[in-house]
Protein backbone atom coordinates (compact mmCIF):
# COMPACT_ATOMS: atom_id res chain seq x y z
CA UNK A 1 0.00 0.00 0.00
CA UNK A 2 2.61 2.52 0.84
CA UNK A 3 4.26 1.84 -2.51
CA UNK A 4 1.06 2.51 -4.24
CA UNK A 5 0.96 6.29 -2.25
CA UNK A 6 4.64 6.96 -3.00
CA UNK A 7 4.09 5.78 -7.19
CA UNK A 8 0.79 7.74 -6.96
CA UNK A 9 2.20 10.94 -5.63
CA UNK A 10 5.12 10.69 -7.99
CA UNK A 11 2.65 10.47 -11.11
CA UNK A 12 1.45 13.17 -10.04
CA UNK A 13 4.29 15.32 -9.02
CA UNK A 14 5.46 14.90 -12.14
CA UNK A 15 2.30 15.46 -14.09
CA UNK A 16 2.40 19.38 -11.95
CA UNK A 17 6.03 19.75 -13.37
CA UNK A 18 5.50 19.22 -16.70
CA UNK A 19 1.89 20.97 -17.12
CA UNK A 20 1.79 23.26 -19.84
CA UNK A 21 1.93 26.94 -18.88
CA UNK A 22 1.48 30.39 -19.96
CA UNK A 23 3.90 33.27 -19.68
CA UNK A 24 3.11 36.97 -19.99
CA UNK A 25 5.83 39.87 -21.48
CA UNK A 26 6.67 42.33 -18.67
CA UNK A 27 5.88 45.53 -21.28
CA UNK A 28 8.52 47.66 -18.75
CA UNK A 29 11.02 44.88 -19.58
CA UNK A 30 10.38 44.11 -22.81
CA UNK A 31 11.39 45.51 -26.16
CA UNK A 32 10.61 45.06 -29.82
CA UNK A 33 13.13 46.88 -31.37
CA UNK A 34 14.30 47.04 -35.69
CA UNK A 35 17.29 48.52 -37.23
CA UNK A 36 17.89 49.67 -40.48
CA UNK A 37 20.50 51.30 -42.90
CA UNK A 38 19.93 54.95 -44.24
CA UNK A 39 21.90 56.05 -47.63
CA UNK A 40 24.27 52.90 -46.55
CA UNK A 41 26.38 54.31 -44.18
CA UNK A 42 24.22 55.24 -40.90
CA UNK A 43 21.62 52.87 -39.05
CA UNK A 44 18.34 54.46 -38.01
CA UNK A 45 17.17 52.34 -34.76
CA UNK A 46 13.66 52.27 -33.63
CA UNK A 47 10.51 50.42 -31.77
CA UNK A 48 7.36 49.75 -31.18
CA UNK A 49 5.94 50.78 -27.46
CA UNK A 50 2.96 48.91 -27.80
CA UNK A 51 3.09 45.22 -27.87
CA UNK A 52 1.75 41.84 -26.19
CA UNK A 53 3.84 38.44 -26.30
CA UNK A 54 2.86 35.11 -24.91
CA UNK A 55 4.53 32.10 -24.34
CA UNK A 56 2.81 28.50 -23.95
CA UNK A 57 5.31 25.34 -22.83
CA UNK A 58 5.29 22.67 -20.81
CA UNK A 59 9.10 21.82 -20.42
CA UNK A 60 10.72 23.62 -18.02
CA UNK A 61 13.97 24.45 -20.32
CA UNK A 62 10.92 25.98 -22.95
CA UNK A 63 12.15 23.47 -25.78
CA UNK A 64 8.46 22.87 -26.82
CA UNK A 65 7.64 26.61 -26.36
CA UNK A 66 5.14 28.12 -28.86
CA UNK A 67 5.76 31.96 -28.94
CA UNK A 68 2.80 34.07 -30.46
CA UNK A 69 3.18 38.67 -30.59
CA UNK A 70 0.96 41.37 -31.34
CA UNK A 71 2.81 44.85 -32.12
CA UNK A 72 0.53 48.00 -32.86
CA UNK A 73 1.82 49.68 -35.57
CA UNK A 74 0.69 53.23 -34.85
CA UNK A 75 3.42 52.56 -31.78
CA UNK A 76 6.54 52.96 -33.73
CA UNK A 77 8.98 55.26 -32.38
CA UNK A 78 12.71 56.36 -34.07
CA UNK A 79 12.81 59.98 -31.81
CA UNK A 80 11.89 62.07 -34.68
CA UNK A 81 8.28 62.44 -34.96
CA UNK A 82 7.77 63.40 -38.40
CA UNK A 83 9.87 60.20 -39.75
CA UNK A 84 7.57 58.00 -36.80
CA UNK A 85 4.51 59.43 -38.88
CA UNK A 86 5.73 59.24 -42.24
CA UNK A 87 6.49 55.57 -41.07
CA UNK A 88 2.53 55.09 -40.13
CA UNK A 89 1.70 56.63 -43.40
CA UNK A 90 0.89 54.14 -46.64
CA UNK A 91 4.14 54.78 -47.85
CA UNK A 92 5.10 52.36 -45.16
CA UNK A 93 3.10 50.40 -42.54
CA UNK A 94 0.10 52.28 -43.50
CA UNK A 95 -1.04 52.00 -39.70
CA UNK A 96 -4.55 53.44 -40.51
CA UNK A 97 -5.30 49.59 -42.53
CA UNK A 98 -3.73 47.20 -41.25
CA UNK A 99 -2.44 48.11 -36.94
CA UNK A 100 -1.12 45.43 -36.55
CA UNK A 101 2.22 43.36 -36.70
CA UNK A 102 1.58 39.97 -35.99
CA UNK A 103 4.30 36.66 -35.26
CA UNK A 104 3.07 33.27 -34.21
CA UNK A 105 5.70 30.13 -33.99
CA UNK A 106 5.70 27.02 -36.32
CA UNK A 107 8.46 25.38 -34.94
CA UNK A 108 11.66 25.47 -32.61
CA UNK A 109 14.61 23.91 -33.28
CA UNK A 110 17.71 23.42 -30.55
CA UNK A 111 20.64 24.48 -31.86
CA UNK A 112 23.12 24.52 -28.31
CA UNK A 113 22.82 24.89 -24.91
CA UNK A 114 19.86 27.43 -24.21
CA UNK A 115 19.77 28.40 -28.15
CA UNK A 116 17.42 27.19 -30.40
CA UNK A 117 16.31 28.25 -34.25
CA UNK A 118 12.21 29.55 -33.98
CA UNK A 119 10.67 29.39 -37.13
CA UNK A 120 6.58 31.51 -37.24
CA UNK A 121 4.59 33.51 -39.55
CA UNK A 122 5.25 37.19 -39.63
CA UNK A 123 2.33 39.67 -40.36
CA UNK A 124 2.70 42.73 -41.76
CA UNK A 125 1.57 45.41 -43.89
CA UNK A 126 -1.66 43.11 -44.54
CA UNK A 127 1.32 39.93 -46.04
CA UNK A 128 2.30 36.65 -43.91
CA UNK A 129 5.58 35.36 -44.56
CA UNK A 130 7.39 33.11 -43.09
CA UNK A 131 10.39 33.89 -41.16
CA UNK A 132 12.97 32.07 -39.14
CA UNK A 133 15.10 33.95 -35.63
CA UNK A 134 17.88 32.98 -33.48
CA UNK A 135 16.45 32.52 -29.95
CA UNK A 136 18.61 32.52 -26.51
CA UNK A 137 17.10 31.27 -23.64
CA UNK A 138 18.32 33.32 -21.08
CA UNK A 139 17.22 31.33 -17.79
CA UNK A 140 14.59 31.30 -15.22
CA UNK A 141 14.56 32.71 -11.91
CA UNK A 142 12.24 34.21 -9.09
CA UNK A 143 11.65 37.68 -8.89
CA UNK A 144 12.95 39.08 -5.57
CA UNK A 145 10.43 41.63 -5.39
CA UNK A 146 7.15 39.55 -6.32
CA UNK A 147 8.65 36.23 -5.29
CA UNK A 148 7.33 35.09 -8.63
CA UNK A 149 9.09 33.31 -11.70
CA UNK A 150 10.40 35.21 -14.70
CA UNK A 151 12.02 33.80 -17.87
CA UNK A 152 13.79 35.86 -20.46
CA UNK A 153 14.65 35.41 -23.95
CA UNK A 154 16.69 37.10 -26.89
CA UNK A 155 14.81 36.96 -30.52
CA UNK A 156 17.00 38.57 -33.52
CA UNK A 157 16.46 37.89 -37.25
CA UNK A 158 16.47 39.70 -40.38
CA UNK A 159 13.37 40.38 -42.99
CA UNK A 160 13.34 42.10 -45.98
CA UNK A 161 11.24 44.76 -46.61
CA UNK A 162 9.93 44.07 -50.10
CA UNK A 163 8.57 40.50 -48.85
CA UNK A 164 5.75 43.00 -46.93
CA UNK A 165 5.45 45.59 -49.55
CA UNK A 166 6.92 47.96 -47.18
CA UNK A 167 8.29 51.42 -48.65
CA UNK A 168 8.63 50.25 -51.70
CA UNK A 169 9.08 53.61 -52.60
CA UNK A 170 12.41 53.83 -51.18
CA UNK A 171 15.08 51.53 -53.15
CA UNK A 172 18.02 50.63 -51.87
CA UNK A 173 20.64 52.14 -50.72
CA UNK A 174 18.48 55.35 -49.36
CA UNK A 175 16.81 52.57 -47.02
CA UNK A 176 18.61 48.86 -46.87
CA UNK A 177 16.53 46.16 -47.82
CA UNK A 178 17.13 44.05 -44.89
CA UNK A 179 15.83 45.32 -41.40
CA UNK A 180 17.14 43.61 -38.35
CA UNK A 181 14.89 42.69 -35.47
CA UNK A 182 15.87 42.72 -31.97
CA UNK A 183 13.31 41.34 -29.93
CA UNK A 184 13.98 41.39 -25.43
CA UNK A 185 11.76 40.22 -23.29
CA UNK A 186 10.76 39.52 -19.63
CA UNK A 187 7.83 37.15 -19.10
CA UNK A 188 6.10 36.17 -15.90
CA UNK A 189 4.39 33.19 -15.29
CA UNK A 190 1.05 33.52 -15.27
CA UNK A 191 -1.30 31.90 -12.70
Known amino acids: MKKV ?10 LGAFAQSTWQNDKAHSQLKFDITHLG ?4 SGSFSDF ?19 GKTA ?44 TGDLTMHGVTKP ?13 SMSKKPVAGFRATGVVKRADFNIGPKFAPPML ?16
Do not use: C, M
Open 5 to 14: LILVQFVVLS
Open 41 to 44: VSTI
Open 52 to 70: DATITASKPDFSDAKFELT
Open 75 to 118: SIHTGIEKRDDHLKSPDFFDAATNPEIKFKSTGLQSKESDKYIL
Open 131 to 143: ITLELWYRGTIIN
Open 176 to 191: SEEVVIIADGEFGKKE
